[in-house]
């Protein structure tokens, strides 16, 4: 990947324009979790060191497109800002057009990019007004890297110069160094509610990995696929052959899918629903499955703690219920203890990676979702691939 890096340029009076990932939740006002705007920082304040004009902008949330609405303003999110660099920044709402002024030194946060119109379309003439504004675009929202919008796509199309930041740089290395040459055993997990929204990413998984973890909802269909009762539990019937197939393919290249050999059940989805653990083949039909049991972890773990690379992408349980979280957390653990080089990304991943507080023991985690399951399946990312194409020349 040769791109150019936001570190390598002299940005001294330059106006830099930063598309960040700063699509965090938001309640009564207020940011409930920082996380994507602590990763930004280091690239806003290294543009700022370097005496940079600072132009910092994202999308949040899913307003309609050209129509200011007061619930997706990025205003929460300059005053989380403000207090992490210890200064003002102010909040400017009408800026396509220009017309505001940036001091050397100073970051100034432009409002939600979704209430432009020709963002989603990445309308050229859109994203030339963007690239009008600065002399430096710099992408480092690698959360949005899959889409072609104007701030992450066009904008790069028509700016003097369009270089990579710190954290987008970091996490293509990060997911380069796992999946195109990871160290072996390489072994990926897999969970979520359904094959079909990860099916692609399996398929793909499937070819490089040595064993394939799957979870969740997912692991029930590979669990019907071998044959066994699951219940009520969630599951994809049409979706039966497909698991049989990756089974095989796996199989017939020396690698493996574990199946579960016990499972955490419930009768139905609740907070307070008792845990009944139970072997493989005794699931019930009025069941649902909603964990691992202990012996299926422990096959986990030591699979885990023998890899060279482990790249983890949703639970295998349930385990906003601690009942039926007691799968997810020896996973966590095991992740956190082995010596192999571990790759997370996801929304469920890192707030099971919170709730279990090994955050400090995962080599990488990717603050991405949609962007990271792309980079697993083997798909260029367009935001990536024109800043590649700007460094070309």
């Known amino acids: 990947m040769t791109v150019i890096r936001v570190t390598d340029l002299d940005l001294k009076g330059k106006r830099v324009f930063i598309r960040a990932d700063m699509n965090v939740p938001v309640k009564d006002g207020k940011v409930t979790s920082d996380a ?12 700022l060191r370097a005496g940079a004009k600072v132009m910092v902008t994202s ?40 017309g505001f002024a940036v001091a050397e030194g100073e970051v100034v946060l432009l409002e939600n990019v979704r209430f432009n119109k020709g963002e989603k379309k990445s309308l050229d003439e859109t994203a030339k007004k963007y690239a009008k504004l600065c002399d430096v675009f710099v992408m480092d929202a690698f959360g949005t890297a899959h889409r072609a919008e104007a701030s992450t796509h066009g904008i790069a199309k028509f700016a003097p110069v369009a270089a990579a930041g710190i954290l987008l740089t970091e996490e293509l290395e990060a997911l380069t160094k796992a999946l195109l040459s990871p160290a072996r055993p390489m072994v990926a997990i897999v969970g979520g509610s359904k094959v079909s929204t990860k099916l692609t990413v399996l398929e793909a998984l499937s070819e ?27 599951c994809e019937d049409d979706l039966v052959p497909v698991a049989q197939a990756l089974m095989k393919k796996m199989t017939a ?25 139970k072997d493989a083949g005794a699931v019930a039909d009025d069941d649902m499955i909603f964990d691992i ?73 990717s603050t991405a979702g949609g962007a990271f399951l792309e980079f697993l399946e083997g798909k260029k990312l367009p935001a990536v691939e024109i800043l590649e194409q700007r460094a070309a020349g």
């Not at 994507?36 to 543009?47: D, N, P, Q």
């Not at 999308?59 to 497109?65: A, D, I, V, Y």
């Not at 290249?253 to 008792?274: H, L, M, Q, S, W």
């Open 208 to 234: 490089k990995v040595d064993q394939m973890v799957v979870g969740g909802g997912i692991a029930n269909t590979f669990l019907k696929a071998t044959g066994k009762n699951v219940g009520k539990s969630l």
């Open 36 to 47: 994507r705007i602590t990763a930004s920082m280091r690239t806003i304040e290294h543009c």
């Open 59 to 98: 999308h949040l949330g899913r307003p309609t497109e050209g129509e200011y609405s007061e619930d997706n303003s990025l205003k929460p999110v300059g005053d989380v800002l403000s207090a992490k660099l210890g200064k003002p920044v102010r909040l400017i709402k009408d800026w396509i057009d220009g």
């Open 253 to 277: 290249r020396g690698a493996t899918i574990p199946i579960a050999v016990d499972v955490v059940c419930g009768k139905k989805f609740d907070a307070n629903e008792p845990a009944v653990l």
């Open 293 to 365: 049991g202990p012996k299926s972890a422990q096959e986990l773990v030591d699979i885990i703690m023998k890899a060279g690379t482990v790249v983890w992408n949703g639970p295998v349980g349930v385990f906003e219920f601690d009942q039926f979280g007691e799968g997810t957390k020896k996973i966590a653990e095991a992740i956190a203890n082995t010596s192999a080089f571990t790759l997370a990304g996801g929304g469920d991943t890192i707030a099971a990676i919170q709730k279990y507080d090994i955050y400090d023991r995962v080599s990488y985690i």
